[in-house]
Nanobody, 122 residues
Framework: QVQLVESGGGSVQAGNSLTLSCAAS????????MGWYRQVLKKERELVAR???????NYADSAKGRFTISRDNAKNTVYLQMNSLKPEDTAVYYC????????????????WGQGTQVTVSS
């Protein structure tokens, strides 16, 4: 089994920063892309940022210039540094990872974390 455990959410005032972490553990041969998504009640989950296993990144327009995604492959961990937070960033943030559980596996499996709440007050 594989688990993604997120940490770092919380409540902050607008303009402040938070860093989210997500560590993958379990039966893992290698990691492919990892990312962060967020969801507001009754809305669809949306991509915030994604990072490939080679380090290539892409961001939602709302995150560009304020958020930075990074990863530590040795620790199977992905981070999201969020600066200049705005009230509209309030959401549950979910970690996502594509994981090869076996060495000769053809396609990675997709896993999700349990979500961590980020609340930004004005």
């Amino acid at each position: 089994q594989v688990q993604l455990v997120e940490s770092g959410g919380g409540s902050v005032q607008a303009g402040n920063s938070l860093t989210l972490s997500c560590a993958a553990s379990g039966s893992i041969a290698s990691m492919n892309a990892m990312g962060w998504y967020r969801q507001v009640l009754k809305k669809e989950r949306e991509l915030v940022a994604r990072i490939g296993n080679g380090g290539a990144t892409n961001y939602a327009d709302s995150a560009k210039g304020r958020f930075t995604i990074s990863r530590d492959n040795a620790k199977n961990t992905v981070y999201l540094q969020m600066n200049s937070l705005k009230p509209e960033d309030t959401a549950v943030y979910y970690c996502n990872a594509e994981i090869f559980r076996r060495v000769y596996q053809m396609r990675p499996e997709t896993y999700w974390g349990q979500g961590t709440q980020v609340t930004v007050s004005s």
